[in-house]
């Protein structure tokens, strides 16, 4: 199903400015871009575009609201500029299993004044050998990437912003840091 079309299916009814959360995992992108997603969203706090075939992520609108962007599994290799003029108050980007292969590419997130999680698993750059002193150096903004602080504890569900599933072996925690 195209992105436009999935969209209007989770409208449900409801208008662009009432969608405080809208996921489009697994529809298709029309030649790698965005399509359907309006400034119209204005309150729009949740964006899910995994595994959507994005190529880059140029005409995402201005969303002021928007806390939370889902784009894991995509082909994105850069053009991060733009999340920073558009989404300034972004707290948590999953960028896991695109194609990010240099630091510098991340650059641009400098300009996220609050974006507190970023995950990159299964990103190129994740190889490299300074890779989470290099990222934490680079974006001090950052409570935790990949869901580990720069302690290397794990992040909380609530603070990391998990799947929401618990191990077994996480009973007892009560959403407490783990190291």
């Given at each position: 199903?195209?992105?436009?079309?999935?969209?209007?299916?989770?409208?449900?009814?409801?208008?662009?400015?009432?969608?405080?959360?809208?996921?489009?995992?697994?529809?298709?992108?029309?030649?790698?871009?965005?399509?359907?997603?309006?400034?119209?969203?204005?309150?729009?706090?949740?964006?899910?575009?995994?595994?959507?075939?994005?190529?880059?992520?140029?005409?995402?609108?201005?969303?002021?609201?928007?806390?939370?962007?889902?784009?894991?599994?995509?082909?994105?290799?850069?053009?991060?500029?733009?999340?920073?003029?558009?989404?300034?108050?972004?707290?948590?980007?999953?960028?896991?299993?695109?194609?990010?292969?240099?630091?510098?590419?991340?650059?641009?997130?400098?300009k996220l004044p609050i974006l507190k999680?970023?995950?990159?698993?299964?990103?190129?750059?994740?190889?490299?050998?300074?890779?989470?002193?290099?990222?934490?150096?680079?974006?001090?903004?950052?409570?935790?990437?990949?869901?580990?602080?720069?302690?290397?504890?794990?992040?909380?569900?609530?603070?990391?912003?998990?799947?929401?599933?618990?191990?077994?072996?996480?009973?007892?925690?009560?959403?407490?840091?783990?190291?």
């Amino acid at each position: 199903m195209d992105m436009k079309k999935r969209i209007h299916l989770e409208l449900r009814n409801r208008t662009p400015s009432d969608v405080q959360e809208l996921v489009l995992d697994n529809c298709r992108s029309n030649e790698g871009k965005m399509e359907g997603i309006t400034e119209e969203f204005e309150n729009l706090e949740l964006l899910s575009l995994i595994n959507v075939g994005l190529i880059n992520v140029s005409n995402i609108p201005k969303l002021g609201k928007l806390k939370k962007l889902e784009l894991s599994d995509n082909r994105i290799s850069g053009g991060l500029e733009v999340l920073a003029e558009r989404l300034v108050n972004l707290t948590h980007l999953n960028l896991s299993g695109n194609k990010f292969k240099d630091i510098s590419t991340l650059e641009p997130l400098k300009k996220l004044p609050i974006l507190k999680s970023l995950d990159l698993f299964n990103c190129e750059v994740t190889n490299l050998g300074d890779y989470r002193e290099s990222i934490f150096k680079l974006l001090p903004q950052l409570t935790y990437l990949d869901g580990y602080d720069i302690e290397d504890c794990e992040a909380s569900d609530s603070d990391g912003e998990g799947d929401g599933v618990e191990d077994e072996d996480d009973e007892g925690w009560g959403g407490e840091r783990r190291c």
